[in-house]
């Protein structure tokens, strides 16, 4: 395991196990790494990628991300912006023995279970100086048995309100 994925590992496992135990239910826990250096009130629309993010997961991660920007007064506009948000994923084995699988390419003869955090990265960076004035995460502990498969009907909800929990600090426009 690389240096930054055990940083990784150490720095969210702490906050995914309160999450998860604080009773709400919620399975996705949330964690914000920077806040508040920005222009908050000059920010009206952002433009958005996700360049990593696994295919299946792309298009509801940030349909449920933009209706969580939706909530704190901001629109998604490619054009005419103020942020440019990164959205990023990452996922880290916790099984030392499971280093070189990757959890989304799978074939009938593996019959390993895996265990792995899945964590996606939340970056917004000024327009008009290409600064980071925002930045939080959110993430998940994976137990996978084979056979096992994502379903986006119960996902979604799920990440619509760890998206809406992270951005909680973040302080909207004044409207």
């Keep these: 395991m690389s240096i930054k994925r055990l940083l990784l590992v150490l720095v969210l496992f702490p906050f995914v196990l309160l999450s998860c135990n604080a009773g709400n239910g919620m399975r996705i826990g949330a964690n914000v790494r920077l806040c508040c250096p920005g222009h908050y009130d000059q920010y009206q629309q952002y433009s958005l990628v996700a360049p990593d993010m696994p295919v299946f997961l792309r298009d ?38 499971q280093e ?24 917004m960076y000024e327009e008009a100086t290409g600064e980071l004035v925002w930045a939080g ?3 998940r502990i994976h137990h996978v048995t084979p056979g ?26 004044q409207t």
């Design 148 to 173: 096992e498969y994502m379903h986006a009907d119960r996902a979604r909800p799920e990440f619509q309100s760890a998206f809406s929990r992270l951005l909680e600090a973040y302080p909207g426009r």
């Design 100 to 123: 070189d699988i990757d959890p989304f390419v799978r074939t009938s003869a593996v019959s390993t279970e895996l265990y792995y955090m899945a964590v996606i990265e939340v970056e």
């Design 60 to 97: 509801y991660v940030v349909l449920e991300f933009d209706l969580a920007m939706r909530e704190k007064g901001l629109t998604r506009n490619e054009g005419e912006k103020q942020l440019n948000i990164v959205l990023s994923y990452n996922h880290v084995n916790l099984a030392p023995e």
């Design 137 to 139: 995460s959110i993430s």
